[in-house]
């Protein structure tokens, strides 16, 4: 939110902007929605393939298949949204120590080379992904390209919410001429 203050005081064109951004975090969350229910679902498969094996002597056939295929969707629907709230793990022992500026700095370089490696992820995963169509898993025979997928999708939703935290650190480098912390 303070985002879009900062974008719309730099130019007029920034409402458009905003806008984007605002559309783009609404389809971050509903993606993010869609992960926390594969959270659900994966608590389920595992409550169920236990519960047969002690209760019924017999497992849910497809379990593990269905619980490692849900894991890949979880955390690549779930990616972005937690670049989007900054919730990702970051270490900031000697950092918080430093002025605004050199902090703001460094989050610019961080996210820089951060966003090179979605980028080579990014290209990679389609071309993994490319090469799954046509592959399913042994029991279930569940197409993987699908869940393969999902990894360059969720990295760019990563990588555009990068590019959004790297505006707002450039936008609080301008406006913030002094060395204060």
């Known amino acids: 939110m303070a985002e879009e203050q900062n974008l ?10 905003s806008r984007l951004w605002k559309n783009f975090e609404r389809v971050n969350s509903l993606i993010y929605a869609a992960g926390a229910i594969a959270i659900f679902l994966l608590a389920a498969i595992t409550i169920l393939d236990v519960g047969g094996r002690y209760l019924f002597n017999r497992t849910l056939p497809g ?14 629907m779930c990616f972005g949204y937690s670049i989007t709230l900054k ?8 950092t918080i120590m ?3 500026r ?5 989050g610019i ?4 080379l951060t966003l090179f490696f979605l980028t080579v992820l990014v290209s990679q995963s389609v071309r993994i992904a490319i090469e799954q169509r046509g592959n399913y898993t042994d029991i279930l025979k569940i197409p993987t ?3 393969t997928l999902l990894v360059p999708i969720g990295s760019t939703i990563a990588a555009i ?9 450039i936008l609080s480098i301008i406006q913030d001429k002094g060395d204060s912390k």
């Open 102 to 106: 050199v902090k703001a700095l460094l």
């Open 145 to 147: 390209f699908i869940f």
């Open 63 to 76: 379990a593990l298949e269905l619980s490692e295929l849900t894991m890949c969707t979880i955390i690549f």
């Open 161 to 169: 919410s990068l590019i959004g935290h790297l505006a707002e650190d």
């Open 87 to 94: 919730t990702h793990v970051s270490v900031d022992v000697i």
């Open 98 to 100: 430093l002025p605004k």
């Open 8 to 17: 719309s005081q730099i130019s007029p064109k920034t409402s458009v902007i």
């Open 109 to 112: 370089m961080t996210n820089i």
